[in-house]
């Protein structure tokens, strides 16, 4: 396994913009989830996806967020309109989908919203 | 909901010394249960993981017991080194598969 990765690792942008972050899970995992992590806190779930099945949203997920995993391989995580409460540690995770099973996390995005 | 609660950092220890970081969740059900752990600059890894009651997780010297009558899974270590020095978190598996993440408690090891 070559591990979950993501891209960019970091992200400074201006209010208003719109920015895209890129997963790509452990190969052969179907399951893959979105959370977010602000400072000093842990993370919180935004999303799964069943291989191409987007399966849960949080509340959290406002109307700006869109995730979408074509393919059910890598996932995208789009922001409109950033604002600065959208600054925070963007993290992905997957996993086989089995119950009970481990969620491997990538290293994460860090966005900045000046 | 399910939460959790962790207690709160920093804990600072001498190396060597016992560590003991509470952790109780409320749940549906019986959850498995994780420990994470962050490193300063790092990702999320997996430390140790218990899938039913009375189940022991270890690892690199860590443990932690699914204590089901108390929800409880608190982590310890006997002696624990300055690379021990990270963010723990603890988290239940609920039951549509997310982690539900405690605030973390900082650790810091002083030679």
């Known amino acids: 396994d070559t591990g979950v990765s993501q891209d960019p690792r970091h992200k400074i942008t201006k209010r208003g913009q719109n920015v895209t972050f890129r997963c790509d899970p452990i190969?052969?995992?179907?399951?893959l989830y979105w959370y977010r992590q602000t400072l000093g806190q842990g993370p919180e779930f935004l999303t799964y996806?069943?291989?191409?099945?987007?399966?849960?949203k949080s509340r959290l997920l406002s109307d700006r967020f869109s995730a979408e995993r074509p393919k059910g391989s890598f996932s995208t995580l789009e922001i409109q309109r950033t604002e600065q409460g959208d600054s925070a540690m963007y993290l992905c995770?997957?996993?086989?989908?089995?119950?009970?099973?481990?969620?491997?996390f990538g290293p994460g995005t860090r966005l900045l919203v000046l | 909901g399910d939460s959790v609660t962790q207690m709160e950092g920093p804990v600072t220890l001498s190396e060597e010394a016992f560590l003991t970081i509470n952790c109780t969740y409320t749940?549906?059900?019986?959850?498995?249960l994780f420990w994470y752990v962050q490193y300063p600059g790092e990702g999320l890894q997996l430390l140790l993981k218990?899938?039913?009651?009375?189940d022991k997780g270890s690892n690199k010297g860590f443990e932690a017991t699914y204590r089901k009558e108390t929800t409880s899974f608190h982590l310890e270590k006997g002696s624990v080194q300055v690379s021990d020095s990270a963010v723990y978190f603890c988290?239940?598996?609920?039951?549509?598969?997310?982690?539900?993440f405690g605030s973390g408690t900082r650790l810091l090891v002083r030679p």
């Open positions: 218990a899938t039913k009651a009375d």
């Open positions: 749940a549906t059900g019986y959850p498995s």
């Open positions: 996806f069943q291989n191409e099945a987007q399966l849960e």
């Open positions: 190969s052969e995992h179907n399951r």
């Open positions: 995770a997957s996993s086989r989908g089995t119950a009970q099973e481990t969620q491997y």
């Open positions: 988290a239940p598996l609920d039951s549509s598969y997310k982690l539900i």
